[in-house]
């Protein structure tokens, strides 16, 4: 397959959840976009790490840098993976773990495992296809593909070509007339849920990606972003800063889609949430991208978890690399996890291939972990997984 080059020109301000950062005047001048003439080799490939080595190849500077940048000192970026690594798993051996079923329901959609794709912005900075190369390599992974607001392909392009189910995460602005024919769009393209975001009144303060002079190319225009005319200004897109419990109730009147809330890092906004009616949360600190030094969502989980109790769906996203911390966070209370740089690692590696890839290393690392720790079913696997010593 080759690939294109195209010059990274003056557009608009850099963009959140995928990143919304004002540029500065004196930002330095864009740069060229690249992209490799040849894919990675794939079968170089044995881990999710490896993905994020050679993917620095094959990625402008500045897209590598949009990708795996967090916000401010990037503590908490540090934090997800450093939490992770500190849980400890317990073994219980001589259990039948001859047949593997790590099959799970969430509303209504039987999935094969319990690992997601979560939604990350801008896929055609990473390989030519963008968002299509994504929802292929989803399918043929069998995996969820949760796409993003600030998607380069309009979502009836990617529901052509997808084979499996999609989900679709909305960033909230001002303009309901907007929202509501957006939501509508969505559910008429197929997709199966709605995740809003609820952790980005404002973008968060994003240096390391400031300094990589972030700015879309002049060609590349997100067909769900409301230009504002801000971002002709250097300034940041505005979000919907008044967005609040009460609006919860609006969107469940405009849409039949379940509505599950991404960000949710205190255990009484997951009570609140079901209390407004949504129907699920997602553990989510934007991979810390947003406001640096909030807690891992590892850490948060389980008292979270112990809050919902199992009345609606808790899902995790976060740091999530290998198949241990699937493991680790079903037995902390997670129903599923959501991953998110590993996909855009993928996708610029191999296109659909590498997105096939990352979920297939991911899914089979998970099968090893339930297997050695003696889980052979989702339903086997809670607290006793985890080591309390």
């Not at 030094?293 to 769906?313: D, F, G, M, S, Y």
């Amino acid at each position: 397959m080759k690939y294109t080059r195209r010059n990274l020109l003056k557009s608009m301000g850099a963009l959140a959840g995928a990143s919304v950062l004002p540029v500065s005047a004196d930002a330095k001048s864009p740069q060229v976009l690249q992209f490799s003439h040849d894919p990675a080799n794939l079968d170089e490939i044995i881990n999710l790490y490896d993905f994020e080595k050679i993917a620095q190849n094959h990625m402008s500077h500045m897209a590598y840098e949009f990708v795996a940048s967090g916000a401010a000192d990037e503590f908490t970026v540090k934090w997800n993976r450093e939490a992770l690594d500190k849980v400890k798993l317990q073994t219980s051996v001589l259990n039948d773990v001859s047949k593997i079923d790590t099959k799970i329901s969430l509303f209504g959609l039987d999935l094969p495992y319990p690992i997601l794709i979560a939604p990350t912005a801008f896929h055609k900075l990473m390989h030519p296809q963008g968002e299509l190369a994504t929802a292929r390599g989803a399918g043929a992974a069998s995996a969820l593909y949760c796409v993003s607001s600030f998607t380069t392909t309009p979502i009836e392009d990617i529901a052509k070509v997808a084979t499996g189910p999609l989900w679709f995460q909305l960033y909230v602005v001002d303009d309901r007339s907007f929202v509501k024919d957006l939501v509508q769009k969505v559910e008429a393209q197929g997709c199966k849920a709605l995740c809003i975001t609820v952790d980005t009144p404002v973008s968060g303060v994003r240096n390391r990606q400031q300094k990589a002079g972030f700015k879309l190319p002049d060609d590349l225009k997100p067909p769900y972003m409301i230009d504002t005319g801000f971002a002709a200004k250097g300034q940041a897109l505005q979000f919907k800063k008044a967005l609040t419990w009460k609006d919860l109730e609006w969107f469940r009147s405009i849409t039949k889609l379940p509505v599950l809330l991404k960000g949710i890092l205190n255990p009484d906004d997951a009570e609140k949430a079901i209390q407004s009616g949504a129907s699920g949360v997602i553990v989510s600190n934007h991979s810390g991208r947003n406001l640096d030094t909030v807690p891992a969502t590892i850490e948060v989980l389980p008292k979270i978890a112990a809050k919902v109790n199992k009345r609606i769906p808790v899902l995790m996203d976060g740091g999530i690399r290998r198949g241990t911390d699937v493991l680790k966070a079903l037995a902390l209370g997670a129903n599923a996890v959501l991953v998110g740089k590993p996909v855009c690692f993928g996708l610029a590696c191999g296109g659909a291939d590498g997105v096939t890839k990352t979920m297939n290393i991911l899914r089979k690392e998970f099968e090893y972990a339930m297997a050695l720790s003696g889980k052979a079913s989702i339903a086997s696997i809670d607290a006793s997984a985890i080591w309390q010593g």
